[in-house]
């Protein structure tokens, strides 16, 4: 159990409608703050989502890189798979880049 990311669900679950915290169980996840913790370079966006695992409402940041991101489960430690929505414009940012590289050449 992480008990920052448990007090912070606490703290923000509370701020959400009946009809957010249903579109979560089925599967949104909500950017509810940024916080910025001990050691960061900056603040990081915390979304609450739903744990299919222990079935339950989790709070975290997202882990890793841009094109394979997670959620973990405060709670379980399980592992959601996490994609922003922009994550494709960077991706298609980084083809273009390495087109205008090659052609430069
Ligand atoms: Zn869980």
Do not use: T
């Amino acid at each position: 159990m992480n008990w920052k990311n448990a007090a912070g669900l606490n703290k923000h679950l509370s701020g959400l409608s009946e009809k957010q915290k249903e579109k979560i169980r089925n599967g949104a996840k909500v950017e509810v703050c940024k916080e910025m913790r001990e050691g960061w370079n900056g603040e990081l966006p915390f979304y609450i989502f739903w744990c299919g695992e222990c079935d339950n409402f989790s709070y975290d940041y997202p882990h890793g890189y841009i094109q394979n991101q997670r959620l973990n489960c405060h709670r379980c430690s399980a592992r959601i798979d996490f994609r922003p929505w922009w994550s494709g414009w960077v991706e298609l940012w980084e083809l273009l880049k390495f087109r205008f590289s090659v052609r430069g050449k």
